[in-house]
């Protein structure tokens, strides 16, 4: 008995459901991976942008409570300026890294589950061994940027506290009784840079691991 006409096209039908199944479970990996390269893309350029910013916010502070400094409004004003700017910069910094984290921790974890569909040794092994190396190279990132968050966060605080000290008090007096502080606060700006600038390296470090592209 020949099949139907209606049912030539059903079992067509199913056919092409099951291939269209198979490729987006293949493909859904390399979509998660995109995902996490691009987050990381973008705290990476945070970062470029972050590490300047640091810089011009620690010159203008010290600009200020320079003791021959003959314009110390216009000083002020632009240390206000860099103060205001590194502020929004550091709630960027904590919301690209809670994304990465978070980007992170869904491509592995779900590289585990489907890791675990391996029937050959060798090519499970493999799985394995490649996702234990990235997720430990994650995981310094994830591990680092807690620290760095904490720090990032007080550096700021000092920062505002010195600019309302300095906002009721803009007399050289003022500016003297305060420059020991300042100078404290800049020499943290300068251990927070090279904190984040680890942080960087090691997201370069990811990127290139995960990069479908040779190099």
Not at 101 to 130: H, M, T, V
Not at 152 to 162: G, H, N
Not at 178 to 199: C, F, N
């Amino acid at each position: 008995m020949k099949p139907s006409y209606l049912s030539i096209v059903f079992i067509f039908g199913m056919l092409i459901t099951a291939v269209i199944s198979i490729i987006n479970c293949s493909t859904t990996g390399i979509q998660r991976s995109r995902e996490a390269t691009t987050t990381m893309t973008a705290m990476d350029n945070g970062i470029k942008l972050l590490v300047v910013q640091l810089d011009a916010t620690g010159a203008s502070l010290n600009e200020l409570t320079k003791p021959d400094n003959s314009d110390v409004e216009k000083a002020f004003y632009l240390f206000k300026d860099n103060v205001s700017k590194i502020e929004n910069m550091e709630k960027d910094f904590a919301k690209h890294a809670d994304e990465m984290n978070a980007r992170g921790k869904d491509y592995f974890e779900e590289w585990e589950k489907e890791g675990d569909n391996y029937k050959n040794p060798r090519i499970q092994a493999l799985s394995d061994e490649r996702r234990s190396k990235l997720v430990g190279i994650y995981g310094d990132i994830a591990t680092t940027s807690i620290g760095v968050r904490d720090h990032f966060k007080t550096y700021v605080s000092d920062l505002k506290e010195i600019e309302k000290y300095l906002s009721n008090d803009l007399t050289p007096k003022g500016i003297e009784s305060i420059a020991p502080i300042s100078g404290k606060v800049v020499h943290d700006g300068g251990k927070l840079k090279s904190e984040i600038q680890d942080i960087q390296i090691a997201i370069q470090k990811v990127r290139i691991e995960m990069s479908q592209t040779a190099n």
